[in-house]
């Protein structure tokens, strides 16, 4: 312990014990940008590109005009603050890893500065007068490929007014011969065209970057439903090897426990202990093969092949309903057979969705109508509640889209139960009858039995 101590005392003394003031400012910026590792925010790493690439251009552009086309530029101030940027860059490439991202705020702060540092580089040549100027787009454009609305509508406020600054204070833009000034109806114009292209190009770009957020999170979610389903159907699968397994030692049991009973006087003490042990392994030997009917599923008719009809009559008894009931129907073509199929975890788990919404809106009535044809199979779910909202009949399917937020709806349902039908070829279109909604599920048969030949496989 008194080694260690003078050891401190000597760093201490020598002042290697103290942060230096690179240390001091990395943790200054870990406080104040806090970058995480999760899988949101935005990637410091692209940050850091992009702004190594705008260094490099305004150093390259400042140092062109001035020494080689003879323009005068005001030196001076420009390079600093081109410095302070390849700076801060270099700290947060220096004090945090390329994995990095930051959350929305101290990313939108990041972008804010740029449009700060360009307009006060605008101001020093010309503002408006500035061909350049049409680069306060890019951090816009930026944010708004990577932030949310309200950090996005602040940006593009931040260069609009920005631009508006410029378009009123510089004197012109330096020339040969002296600043080239241009009338101020000129300026009114650009500055009119720059705040509109900002604010149609973030419209835009935020736009376009929220639908592909919204689409690889419902993905996602997706995913995560098959996983379930495919998870449910490999413990089946566990249970079926288990009972398998377990079958010969628990016969040996059986055969031991009748012999027991066999053998013992009536009046045995043990005799009643013997007529348990068999009457328990009995049932254990029904259980296990209930368990061993099927692969997937303990009750041997979830995944067995059969005709479509049963099928979904299996489906739609587990999701029945106090006060509703439902009809199955077959009207098959003339010459055509109703299929027999066995369906997967993803197929069962897209109509059991669609056959649960008809259920849950329904007012006491859901009819599915299958129709086999030689050359594709239809399936019809139609209910008489109130139908789709006639507003919303042309989204439906769409991510995130629903008519129940008071009751704990994320809108994914009917985009995953797509999704994974579309696997089997099969298309899906919603619309409305007289009274009630109906879904219209259609699958060519050669994709069908393609889809069957993979499953079995």
Not at 260 to 276: G, I, N, T, W
Request: glycine share 8%; aromatic share 6%.
């Amino acid at each position: 312990m008194a080694a260690v101590q003078r050891q401190a005392n000597l760093e201490a003394s020598s002042g290697l014990g103290r942060p230096g003031a690179a240390q001091r400012f990395a943790a200054f910026l870990a406080r104040v940008l806090g970058p995480t590792t999760g899988p949101g925010g935005v990637r410091l790493h692209t940050i850091a590109t992009m702004r190594w690439i705008a260094v490099v251009g305004q150093l390259f552009t400042v140092l062109f005009v001035h020494f080689s086309l003879g323009i005068e530029l005001p030196l001076a101030p420009i390079l600093p603050a081109i410095l302070l940027t390849a700076l801060l860059n270099l700290a947060l490439v220096v004090s945090f890893r390329a994995a990095a991202r930051l959350g929305e705020w101290p990313a939108t702060a990041l972008f804010a500065y740029d449009v700060v540092q360009l307009c006060y580089l605008l101001l020093l040549t010309g503002g408006l007068h500035n061909p350049f100027a049409v680069l306060l787009l890019v951090p816009v454009a930026m944010g708004a490929a990577t932030l949310g609305m309200m950090p996005t509508v602040m940006l593009t406020l931040l260069a609009v007014l920005g631009a508006a600054l410029l378009a009123v204070l510089p004197e012109g833009l330096p020339f040969r011969g002296g600043p080239l000034v241009l009338p101020g109806l000129y300026l009114l114009a650009v500055w009119t065209g720059l705040g509109l292209a900002a604010i149609l190009v973030a419209m835009f770009t935020w736009s376009i970057a929220e639908e592909a957020r919204r689409h690889a999170a419902a993905l996602a979610a997706t995913q995560r439903a098959l996983a379930r389903e495919q998870k449910m159907s490999a413990l089946g699968g566990q249970a079926a090897a288990a009972a398998h397994l377990l079958g010969s030692p628990l016969g040996t049991i059986s055969v031991i426990a009748k012999e027991l009973v066999r053998e013992l006087p009536a009046d045995s003490p043990l005799a009643e202990e013997a007529r348990e042990l068999l009457a328990q392994a009995q049932r254990c030997r029904e259980i296990l093969q209930t368990l061993g009917r099927r692969p997937q599923d303990a009750s041997g008719a979830r995944y067995a092949r059969a005709p479509f009809s049963a099928l979904l009559q299996t489906i739609a008894e587990d999701l029945a309903r106090p006060g509703k009931s439902f009809e199955i129907r077959v009207e098959a073509e003339a010459g055509a057979a109703e299929p027999e199929l066995v369906l997967p975890p993803a197929l069962r788990h897209a109509l059991a969705n669609y056959i649960d919404n008809a259920l849950r809106h329904a007012e006491s009535r859901v009819v599915l109508t299958v129709r086999p044809g030689r050359e594709r199979l239809v399936l019809e779910i139609t209910d008489d509640g109130p139908g789709f909202p006639p507003e919303l009949l042309d989204w439906v399917g769409e991510p995130y889209l629903t008519t129940r937020r008071g009751e704990g709806g994320l809108g994914l349902g009917i985009f995953i139960a797509n999704t994974l039908l579309a696997r089997s070829g099969a298309m899906v279109h919603f619309d409305n009858q007289t009274k009630g909604a109906r879904v219209t599920v259609v699958w060519p048969l050669a994709d069908l039995e393609r889809a069957q030949e993979e499953h079995d496989q």
